[in-house]
């Protein structure tokens, strides 16, 4: 039997109904080291480890769904995060060799009602965490957070492109065009642009707009300050 790294072809995209209304039972899940799964984001799989080859192929078998949650420190009871991304495989390619990558498109926040050692691994029950919004005024909380967001985001940018940075400024350009809707922005963007596992986890649990904006608006800044840094201490 041969075992060269020839993939099988990759199957093509799938479409993203929506999600059943029943309650999301007995859905698998893959615990990864200080992994987020943003809704709207897209997270690329390479899956070697049976744990996880098992996983995935569990969601392959029936709705596509996996829950991806975070394992936050290594140890023998694994502790695994009760807040976590809902996403769907869209995308998938299989080796000779048991190995698998996929795509995993973020659909919700979830809370993890029921976590258990199913025939394949880990599964649970699942309560889906909607976005709590304000008014849509333009004068609302979300609204006015939004466009500091924005207005940081984009002086970010600025700062990353005077440093020389270039493909991370069209980055971050190209996601905050990405959507008027700034809830899915911030998403993006924390996945994206916050690099410590905590700061991510808690913009994932925070399911008020507003305050998820703000958190990553004050984040952003500070990276901005970072950027800048350099250049202020050339100025003395």
Do not use: W
């Amino acid at each position: 039997m041969s075992t060269k790294d020839t993939p099988e072809p990759a199957r093509a995209s799938h479409p993203l109904p929506s999600l059943p209304s029943a309650p999301l039972l007995e859905v698998p899940v893959l615990a990864l080291d200080g992994l987020t799964l943003f809704p709207g984001t897209l997270v690329p799989l390479h899956a070697y480890e049976p744990e996880a080859c098992r996983a995935l192929a569990e969601a392959l078998a029936d709705r596509r769904l996996i829950v991806l949650a975070a394992i936050d420190r290594p140890g023998p009871d694994r502790p695994v995060h009760t807040i976590a991304g809902l996403g769907r495989i869209v995308s998938d390619r299989r080796y000779p060799d048991g190995r698998l990558d996929a795509f995993v498109h973020g659909l919700e926040r979830v809370s993890l009602e029921r976590l258990s050692i199913g025939t394949s691994g880990l599964v649970a029950d699942l309560a889906v965490l909607p976005d709590e919004r304000t008014a849509a005024e333009p004068t609302s909380r979300d609204a006015l957070a939004g466009l500091r967001l924005v207005s940081i985001a984009t002086a970010f940018g600025q700062a990353l492109i005077a440093a020389e940075r270039t493909e991370e400024a069209e980055c971050l350009r190209s996601l905050v065009a990405s959507s008027t809707d700034l809830a899915l922005v911030s998403n993006r963007l924390a996945a994206s642009f916050v690099v410590g596992f905590e700061d991510r986890q808690a913009l994932l649990a925070e399911v008020r707009v507003a305050a998820r904006i703000d958190r990553l608006a004050a984040l952003i800044g500070s990276a901005l300050l970072a950027v800048a840094a350099p250049d202020r201490r050339r100025l003395h």
